[in-house]
């Protein structure tokens, strides 16, 4: 049994306005194990984040099922951490208030709170920036202050969203070296969903491609590249190319199937 199964899961979208349906996944299943960084990669619109959000709970499929230590996901918990492309952070509460903003509805202690928040704090490097609030952030330390609260949820299953596509790409790479070495010290399982082949090789001990809408798996590759990654080897490179080959093909294919007439009779 895997530590995250997504079975045969089907996903539509009601339009009640224009009184149409888009089917945004076509049967994908896909089985996580623990300590996997998985990245979702995948053309704009495939349904990566509808798909991240039924691991969240904050969609449900239409047919199929998304379960967890085999349990059915019923809703958002407090075992997964969520990371989304913009921090949302609280900007009335300083970086600690941020990050132990679940202990705080709760109702946890402020010196409880606090000191739950320092070791997260810690890991995603912005020890001595407890005290600041949102506004006095730079995008990446914002970021930051989203995965430690992430972190502190659960660092067991982080699930992510483009969390990084905002940022520069002096901060990008920054950021991709930390969550490597926060997967590894808190041996956490990763979902992690980009649209940067780049950024799905620098990462992923497995990257799964997926289709152009409707969803569906494409190519599932366990990557053994050694840690930190050299995006200039032979070995990232050969596998570059491989990748933008299934992503050419399937995005020709794509187009072919826009362009095919259809017959009325
Ligand atoms: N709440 C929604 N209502 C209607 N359509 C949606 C909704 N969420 C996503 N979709 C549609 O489902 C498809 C997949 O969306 P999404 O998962 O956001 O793609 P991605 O994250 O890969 O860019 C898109 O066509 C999108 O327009
Ligand atoms: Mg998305």
Not at 76 to 101: S, Y
Request: hydrophobic letters at 40%; a negative charge.
């Amino acid at each position: 049994m895997s530590f995250i199964q997504l079975n045969n899961i089907v996903k539509t979208f009601n339009d009640s306005q224009r009184q149409t349906e888009t089917l945004a996944i076509d049967d994908i299943s896909l089985s996580l194990e623990k300590k996997e960084f998985a990245c979702l990669l995948g053309p704009s619109g495939c349904g990566k984040s509808t798909l991240l959000n039924m691991v969240a709970g904050f969609e449900y499929p239409t047919l199929g099922s998304v379960k967890i230590e085999n349990k059915v996901i019923t809703g958002p918990g407090a075992d997964r951490g969520m990371v989304f492309q913009q921090p949302n952070l609280m900007p009335w509460l300083p970086v600690w208030d941020n990050v132990a903003f679940s202990l705080k509805l709760q109702g946890v202690g402020r010196k409880q709170r606090q000191d739950a928040a320092q070791q997260y704090i810690d890991a995603v490097n912005l020890t001595g920036f407890e005290q600041h609030f949102p506004g006095a952030l730079s995008g990446g330390m914002a970021q930051r202050v989203g995965i430690a609260r992430a972190l502190l949820q659960n660092p067991a299953v982080i699930l992510m969203d483009e969390p990084f596509a905002a940022l520069d790409a002096q901060t990008k790479l920054e950021m991709q070296e930390e969550l490597v070495t926060i997967w590894q010290k808190y041996n956490s399982t990763i979902l992690f969903v980009t649209h940067s082949v780049d950024e799905a090789l620098i990462l992923g001990s497995r990257v799964v491609i997926m289709t152009h809408r409707p969803g569906k798996i494409r190519d599932d590759i366990k990557i053994d590249l050694e840690r930190p990654r050299d995006v200039t080897s032979n070995q990232f490179n050969e596998l570059k190319r491989y990748v933008l080959d299934v992503i050419r093909e399937e995005a020709k294919l794509a187009h072919e199937a826009q362009q095919t007439p259809t017959i009325s009779h």
